[in-house]
């Protein structure tokens, strides 16, 4: 202020002061640190990324049970100078999902009309992760694609869903729950192009996801618990094997015990025998075969 005032009305230091009011000796002031402030605003520093919920008094108070010189107004000096700043809490974002998409109200009616997607986890025998995605069809129970790798993306899961469109043809939908992988933005803007409608379960409700949650259960319980995997290549080659047994050997309680790939032949078999139903959303495949109903 006696600067300002010094420079605008061109009058001397003694007689600014004296206008303000201020002591002569606070404008040649020059504050001295101590010799231990630069070593407290490293420890200061360090508590601080140790515990970033913490505000500057209870950081205070760790360094004084430190034995170190730190009174409140102090540290309150030196966590203003370095810019320090409780990061506001954020509001957790409410996932995608809603109970209305649960397998239990919007039942797979026909084959390829709803796949449904999941992850599991397992080890190798030295201890690596690995990550399986499966992916089963919910009409006809099928395993259309069991993968396995140290990591799964978004990306490699948008290539699995590529080949299997082309070999298979397009889902009318596809039942998730909230996880990162499937509620990626590239994967909402991919399946939209391609016209398939994603339905994701509501948020902690895996039950909702039930023909996944029950496959791998199986999964877990046939393969997984009874396996040792030596290598990735291992686990591929033994999961590739597994999904051919249970497509094609493995009598599947709530087909009839039919194993999935001759049940979904059967669907093939009775669509060409009734050409009238073809332009149908509903193939009464149900009462043709057997009750279809939610068991594994």
Not at 40 to 64: D, H, S
Not at 261 to 280: D, F, G, M, T
Request: with cysteine; net charge positive.
């Amino acid at each position: 202020m006696v600067v300002t005032l010094r420079q605008e009305f061109t009058v001397s230091e003694r007689r600014a002061c004296r206008v303000l009011d201020q002591p002569r000796t606070s404008q040649r002031y020059q504050s001295q640190p101590r010799d231990d402030e630069a070593a407290l605003v490293e420890r200061m520093l360090r508590l601080v990324r140790e515990r970033p919920r913490f505000g500057y008094r209870r950081i205070a108070w760790l360094l004084r049970r430190e034995s170190w010189r730190a009174s409140d107004t102090r540290i309150y000096r030196l966590w203003r100078r370095e810019g320090l700043k409780v990061p506001r809490k954020k509001r957790k974002k409410r996932r995608l999902g809603t109970t209305a998409n649960g397998c239990h109200r919007r039942r797979a009616k026909f084959k390829n009309h709803v796949w449904a997607w999941d992850f599991a986890f397992d080890r190798t025998a030295s201890g690596s992760t690995l990550k399986w995605l499966s992916i089963v069809d919910e009409y006809t129970r099928e395993c259309l694609a069991l993968k396995v790798d140290r990591s799964i993306t978004s990306e490699d899961v948008i290539d699995t869903l590529a080949e299997l469109f082309a070999m298979r043809g397009v889902p009318k939908c596809i039942r998730s729950d909230n996880g990162p992988e499937f509620i990626a933005r590239a994967i909402q803007r991919w399946l939209a192009q391609v016209e398939v409608q994603t339905l994701y379960v509501e948020p902690g409700s895996p039950w909702e996801n039930g023909y996944a949650e029950s496959f791998h259960s199986r999964l877990r319980d046939e393969f997984l618990a009874t396996e040792e995997f030596e290598s990735l290549a291992a686990a591929r080659r033994l999961a590739q094997e597994w999904r051919d047994d249970y497509n094609h050997h493995r009598p599947h309680s709530s087909l009839g015990y039919v194993a999935p790939a001759e049940y979904a032949a059967r669907c093939c078999s009775s669509v060409r025998a009734a050409p009238s139903l073809q332009n149908s959303s509903e193939v009464p495949l149900t009462q043709t075969f057997i009750t279809h109903g939610t068991e594994i």
